[in-house]
């Protein structure tokens, strides 16, 4: 039981529906996004980035509980949303420093937590790749940074989410038929390392602990498939006892559809996730009208394909997922 000051329950209760779960939308990616632009034939501009994100916050967060956002380019996307959709501010830097072993996480400089709040954060979101099998020293230096973040935001008294990503460091394709080997342990063991208390850590927004792509029934044609069914489905309770933490599950650039079906999978399992942070899945087909064809053209499709999206996984959200208020006690 994740015991709560009653500031930080009020504020996590403001990123929530008044059932307890979170339906939040996120467009905190910043080089993904770049990079989706360049793929266009253009060469990405801050602004372009910024009016962007606008253009989703103000379409999409009237559907949303809440939305995560980054300081370098969505301050003017966080003003734009809905009164009544809570704000997550991301605090990392983009990506990672390819030429140095580890992954290490690094945070932007000129934020702190403070400021952050003051930008009207309900709460503080932090993203950490993550091998459990890496070397001890390397994974120490993650675990004292964290440890650092969690007692920051009891400092301010917000929330802490903590995005966990893992990865293989000796496997260089996270999408390919090895990591999907490998990856429940992966998903599993870091899930329990960063529920001790000593990380402070409110809730945890993870991935889900298969990959959709190698399960039999939903692998495509041909595919050669890594988890039956039932394996899967085992996996899936393995990771929601993993934890007494309330956790969320992020989209990880998949379809809509799969991501779905993924969500109803995990019910079927017995999860007890208690929402999902969706990012890509919801809003990334709404990047070709607006480079090609303004922000008018991004309002109509956001309105249209973007507002289905998000009202359909809403929808199998309040039925496959769990109340977090179960899950806390006010202090």
């Given at each position: 039981m994740l015991k709560l000051?009653?500031?930080k329950k009020a504020a996590i209760d403001r990123l929530s529906t008044k059932d307890g779960l979170i339906e939040a939308l996120a467009i905190d990616q910043r080089g993904a996004l770049k990079k989706m632009i360049t793929a266009l034939g253009t060469e990405a501009t801050g602004e372009q980035i910024s009016d962007f994100k606008e253009q989703v916050s103000k379409d999409l967060t009237p559907f949303a509980s809440a939305i995560l956002l980054d300081p370098e380019y969505g301050l003017a996307a966080a003003k734009a949303r809905d009164e009544e959709a809570g704000l997550l501010l991301a605090y990392e830097k983009t990506g990672y420093d390819a030429?140095?072993?580890?992954?290490?996480?690094?945070?932007?400089?000129?934020?702190?937590?403070?400021?952050?709040?003051e930008q009207g954060a309900d709460a503080i979101k932090?993203?950490?790749?993550?091998?459990?099998?890496?070397?001890?020293?390397?994974?120490?230096?993650?675990?004292?940074?964290?440890?650092?973040?969690?007692?920051?935001?009891?400092?301010?008294?917000?929330?802490?989410?903590?995005?966990?990503?893992?990865y293989d460091a000796q496997i260089s394709d996270a999408s390919s038929p090895e990591?999907?080997?490998?990856?429940?342990?992966?998903?599993?063991?870091?899930?329990?390392e960063f529920s001790k208390e000593k990380y402070k850590v409110d809730v945890l927004?993870?991935?889900?602990?298969?990959?959709?792509?190698?399960?039999a029934g939903y692998a495509d044609e041909g595919v050669e498939t890594v988890h039956s069914r039932e394996e899967a489905l085992m996996y899936f309770k393995e990771q929601s006892q993993a934890t007494p933490l309330p956790f969320i599950f992020l989209s990880a650039g998949v379809s809509a559809a799969l991501f779905q079906r993924t969500l109803e999978f995990a019910k079927e399992a017995g999860s007890t996730f208690n929402g999902v942070l969706c990012g890509r899945a919801t809003w990334?087909?709404?990047?070709?009208?607006?480079?090609?064809?303004?922000?008018?053209?991004?309002?109509?499709?956001?309105?249209?394909?973007?507002?289905s999206n998000i009202e359909t996984l809403n929808e199998v959200v309040?039925?496959?997922?769990?109340?977090?208020?179960?899950k806390v006690e006010v202090e």
């Open positions: 000051s009653k500031g030429s140095t072993p580890g992954r290490l996480p690094d945070l932007l400089e000129d934020w702190s937590v403070l400021q952050l709040k932090f993203l950490l790749y993550y091998d459990v099998d890496e070397a001890a020293e390397i994974n120490h230096l993650k675990h004292v940074f964290i440890e650092r973040l969690g007692s920051e935001c009891i400092g301010e008294d917000i929330p802490f989410y903590l995005e966990l990503v893992s990591y999907a080997k490998v990856k429940p342990h992966k998903v599993i063991e870091m899930m329990k927004k993870v991935e889900v602990p298969v990959n959709m792509n190698y399960v990334k087909n709404g990047v070709q009208p607006f480079v090609e064809n303004g922000a008018g053209a991004a309002h109509d499709w956001l309105l249209s394909e973007g507002k309040n039925r496959t997922a769990s109340s977090w208020h179960d």
